[in-house]
């Protein structure tokens, strides 16, 4: 493929997709707030949009460890058909209330099994 030029096409993972649309977001982000909003660890799927040059390192923070800050590419924009972050659609505050809701409710019950 990198001879002939061609790139791989892009399947992305539910956890890729999660920590692109954190990323996409919120940039410029750390590892350790991807983590915290997922509530899980990133490393993996981070590494595959890094990898995939979806999402590069912008720099770092300055605080203790000065840990990597991340944000998207060229190639997010022109793989989701975007001019310009600008374009991303806005989340209504009332939908990320029904996320959270829906997300306790899941919680919940797999605590009950």
Known sequence: AKFAGTKKPMNLSNAALEVLAI?????????????????????????????REIVEEKGRLDAPGRPILFGTTEDFLRS???VSLDE???VKPEKVEDFKLEAEEEIQLKLDI
Do not use: C, E, M, W
């Not at 982000?29 to 915290?36: G, L, Y």
């Open 23 to 51: 990323i996409a977001y919120n940039q410029p982000v750390t590892r350790s707030t991807i983590d915290k909003i997922r509530g899980v660890d990133s490393f993996g799927p981070l590494d595959k949009l890094v990898t």
């Open 80 to 82: 989701f058909g975007l």
């Open 88 to 90: 991303l659609p806005i």
